[in-house]
């Protein structure tokens, strides 16, 4: 087979990946920012609790459902003017939130950073698929990336509780005006553009169904994680599954489609959206779980709990950089497989691990997060690698799609089904006053709520029963990621290894 000479990256295009990061660890610092901003900021605006749900849950909520817009939109009209259009609203918006006099306008403002943050996601990454057309340096450029996302979560709450405790609660959002004055300072000089010279008008009626598909969605498994399912959870998932088959056939008919539906009929495409919609079930419900360990079991501060993150992230830079390199001479189907072997005996540890376990808890995700590091490298690069140069943008906001959804679907089913087993077999004592009985056998944090007033074993039995409930679910989701590798093993083996033909 004739090799095809690429042209490598030079110091331009690293420098612009460090650019790129900016804008990516402050997406991820967004997500768990509010940790230790939450108390601070009740007493301020004082939000009913319903209000204080979708401030945490808002931003989330938007990034997932505009993400495949957003993305075609970048291809459309260049996904550096995007970036730095994004970029801008961001801040601006960050500012709107930092001075929110009430919590009504602070959702409002959550769910317009949510809507700005779709625009940067699968902007960066697009543009690194246009920047690193070697194979091999793609593939750690993406790596770098990923991890960079989730620095940012586990930094969140240590820088929360940093400027918290320095300034006031809405310092927080200000982080992103320094990030975007560098990232607007340095975009055209680092940045390529690019746009689709072939694009044809935006659907409106596309970005209609897609939204229609996704938001019923999102909501009802945060719904159904919440307060458990029922009618109306179901009818929403129904309102989404109806809502996508209507916005696939309108693909499939349109010269100019949102989303390129033909992708999907692309082996390695479908197969990797496929791990890491598993991987991140597994991730995003576990991360969830060992973040309540530590705060209500152990009674880590959020900042110190943060701190304690700290080492999984190094894993997952870890996995994220060294998982391209090892494919450059291994298949990365192969590869995938074996780190996510490796994530097996993280849960295999977290399934194993008791009350006063903190360092063996922290060990577990790491390992956790050594395969979510190879996935997110090689899969994400498989998702848009396959994809043409014209479609990346669409390509990239498909697979952040799917991790969002995954992070969601991991949250509810993994967090449900610890809630579930909690309130199974916790029981008040007799002598307990029915209303603190009623906390007790509700959640973990509803027992600690009233932990001065009863008896303290009764309060480590039920962090002991929260703990078993972290075991049963993660050997739930240690039997998800062996499928996602077997699925690597199976799907991905005839991926050849990254630039074998390429010089």
Same mark, same amino acid.
């Given at each position: 087979?004739?090799e095809?000479?690429?042209?490598?990256?030079?110091?331009?295009?690293?420098? /612009?990946? /460090?650019?790129?990061?900016?804008?990516?660890?402050?997406?991820?610092?967004?997500v768990?920012?509010?940790?230790?901003?939450?108390?601070?900021?009740?007493?301020?605006?004082?939000?009913?609790?319903?209000?204080?749900?979708?401030?945490?849950?808002?931003?989330?909520?938007?990034?997932?459902?505009?993400?495949?817009?957003?993305?075609?939109?970048?291809?459309?009209?260049?996904r550096?003017?995007?970036?730095?259009?994004?970029?801008?609203?961001?801040?601006?918006?960050?500012?709107?939130?930092?001075?929110?006099?009430?919590?009504?306008?602070?959702?409002?403002?959550?769910?317009?950073?949510g809507?700005?943050?779709?625009?940067?996601?699968?902007?960066?990454?697009?543009?690194?698929?246009?920047?690193?057309?070697?194979?091999?340096?793609?593939?750690?450029?993406?790596?770098?990336?990923?991890?960079?996302?989730?620095?940012?979560?586990?930094?969140?709450?240590?820088?929360?509780?940093?400027?918290?405790?320095?300034?006031?609660?809405?310092?927080?959002? !200000?982080?992103?005006?320094?990030?975007?004055?560098?990232?607007?300072?340095?975009?055209?000089?680092? !940045?390529?553009?690019?746009?689709?010279?072939?694009?044809?008008?935006?659907?409106?009626?596309?970005?209609g169904?897609?939204?229609?598909?996704?938001l019923p969605?999102? @909501?009802?498994?945060?719904?159904?994680?919440?307060?458990?399912?029922?009618?109306?959870?179901?009818?929403?998932?129904?309102?989404?599954? +109806?809502?996508?088959?209507?916005?696939?056939?309108?693909?499939r008919?349109?010269?100019?489609?949102? !989303?390129?539906?033909?992708?999907?009929?692309?082996?390695?495409?479908s197969?990797?959206?496929?791990?890491?919609?598993?991987?991140?079930?597994?991730?995003g /419900?576990?991360?969830?779980?060992?973040?309540?360990?530590?705060?209500?079991?152990?009674?880590?501060?959020?900042?110190?709990?943060?701190?304690?993150?700290?080492?999984?992230?190094?894993?997952?830079f870890?996995?994220?950089?060294?998982?391209?390199?090892?494919?450059?001479?291994?298949r990365?189907?192969?590869?995938? &497989?074996?780190?996510?072997?490796?994530?097996?005996?993280?849960?295999?540890?977290?399934?194993?691990?008791?009350?006063?376990?903190?360092?063996?808890?922290? &060990?577990?995700?790491?390992?956790?997060?050594?395969?979510?590091?190879?996935?997110?490298?090689?899969?994400?690069?498989?998702?848009?690698?396959?994809?043409?140069?014209?479609?990346?943008?669409?390509?990239?906001?498909?697979?952040?799609?799917?991790?969002?959804?995954?992070?969601? +679907?991991?949250?509810?089913?993994? /967090?449900?089904?610890?809630?579930?087993l @909690?309130?199974?077999?916790?029981?008040?004592?007799?002598?307990?006053?029915?209303?603190?009985?009623?906390? !007790?056998?509700?959640s973990?944090?509803?027992?600690?709520?009233?932990?001065?007033?009863?008896?303290?074993?009764? +309060?480590r039995?039920?962090?002991?029963?929260?703990?078993?409930?972290?075991?049963?679910?993660?050997?739930?989701?240690?039997?998800?990621?062996?499928?996602?590798? &077997?699925?690597?093993?199976?799907?991905?083996?005839?991926?050849?290894?990254?630039?074998?033909?390429?010089?």
């Amino acid at each position: 087979m004739p090799e095809v000479v690429t042209r490598r990256a030079g110091t331009r295009e690293w420098a /612009g990946l /460090g650019l790129l990061a900016l804008p990516t660890v402050l997406l991820g610092l967004d997500v768990t920012v509010l940790y230790l901003v939450l108390p601070s900021m009740a007493e301020a605006l004082d939000p009913s609790a319903t209000q204080t749900l979708w401030i945490m849950d808002a931003y989330g909520f938007f990034i997932a459902g505009f993400l495949i817009t957003m993305g075609t939109l970048g291809d459309r009209i260049g996904r550096r003017r995007l970036l730095v259009i994004g970029t801008a609203a961001f801040a601006a918006v960050s500012v709107f939130a930092a001075f929110a006099p009430n919590a009504e306008l602070l959702i409002v403002a959550r769910a317009l950073l949510g809507v700005a943050g779709a625009t940067l996601m699968p902007s960066t990454l697009s543009l690194i698929s246009n920047m690193f057309a070697d194979a091999r340096q793609r593939a750690v450029a993406i790596g770098i990336w990923a991890t960079m996302f989730a620095l940012g979560m586990a930094a969140g709450p240590v820088a929360g509780g940093a400027l918290v405790g320095t300034f006031w609660w809405g310092a927080a959002f !200000l982080l992103a005006v320094p990030v975007a004055v560098a990232v607007l300072a340095g975009a055209r000089a680092l !940045l390529p553009e690019y746009a689709d010279p072939q694009a044809g008008r935006l659907d409106l009626a596309s970005v209609g169904l897609s939204l229609a598909a996704i938001l019923p969605v999102v @909501y009802a498994i945060k719904h159904a994680a919440a307060d458990g399912p029922g009618p109306g959870t179901a009818a929403l998932a129904v309102l989404g599954a +109806v809502a996508g088959a209507l916005f696939v056939r309108r693909q499939r008919g349109l010269a100019s489609p949102l !989303l390129d539906v033909t992708l999907f009929t692309s082996r390695a495409f479908s197969a990797a959206l496929a791990v890491l919609l598993i991987g991140l079930v597994g991730v995003g /419900g576990t991360m969830y779980l060992v973040t309540q360990y530590l705060q209500l079991v152990e009674g880590l501060t959020p900042f110190a709990a943060g701190l304690w993150m700290g080492p999984p992230a190094l894993a997952m830079f870890a996995a994220a950089i060294g998982a391209p390199i090892i494919a450059r001479r291994v298949r990365p189907g192969l590869v995938m &497989a074996l780190m996510l072997a490796l994530s097996v005996i993280g849960y295999a540890l977290l399934a194993t691990a008791g009350t006063g376990d903190a360092a063996r808890v922290v &060990a577990g995700f790491a390992f956790v997060y050594l395969g979510l590091g190879a996935i997110a490298a090689l899969g994400t690069d498989m998702v848009v690698g396959a994809a043409p140069a014209s479609k990346s943008g669409s390509a990239a906001a498909m697979s952040e799609t799917v991790q969002e959804l995954g992070i969601a +679907v991991g949250v509810a089913v993994l /967090g449900s089904l610890t809630t579930v087993l @909690y309130t199974a077999r916790m029981t008040a004592p007799a002598d307990v006053p029915p209303e603190l009985a009623a906390r !007790l056998t509700d959640s973990l944090p509803g027992a600690l709520s009233v932990a001065g007033q009863v008896p303290a074993p009764v +309060v480590r039995e039920a962090q002991a029963l929260f703990t078993s409930g972290v075991n049963i679910a993660s050997a739930v989701a240690g039997v998800a990621i062996v499928a996602a590798a &077997a699925l690597c093993l199976t799907a991905l083996r005839h991926v050849r290894p990254l630039g074998e033909n390429e010089r």
